[in-house]
């Protein structure tokens, strides 16, 4: 667990956190790679099924987030010794601990959706 608090008075662990974040950041930022583990997450998927369920993505592109997403160990590629070859894509034990974070997105944005605001607690306080 991450004790925010303490990284509130103490500046050192406060930038270690930072750093960490920066970097898990890092492995998923980028225009197209939670759309991609989000593909993932719910089954395994081949190539042509990916691109077909991201609407814009070039050929390119998705091979390019492919293989940054399975070098940072988020997603396994198996290439099975048919013709013609098949690839298959699906995300790892370590990926699929972003599960929560998708579905929070999911109700961060369906809140959104239905104008739901935060609780007064949680708002900015209001300009004089």
Do not use: C
């Amino acid at each position: 667990m991450v004790d925010i608090e303490r990284a509130r008075t103490d500046r050192e662990f406060a930038r270690t956190l930072q750093i960490q974040f920066r970097r898990a950041v890092g492995m998923i930022a980028g225009r197209w790679k939670l759309e991609i583990l989000w593909l993932l997450s719910q089954r395994t998927h081949r190539f042509g099924e990916l691109k077909r369920g991201l609407p814009g993505i070039t050929q390119h592109m998705l091979t390019a987030q492919l293989r940054a997403l399975e070098k940072d160990g988020l997603i396994k590629r198996t290439i099975f010794a048919e013709v013609p070859p098949r690839v298959d894509y699906e995300i790892t034990p370590n990926a699929r601990r972003l599960r929560p974070i998708f579905v929070e997105i999911v109700k961060w944005a369906q809140d959104n959706d239905s104008g739901v605001t935060a609780p007064a607690e949680e708002q900015a306080p209001a300009s004089p």
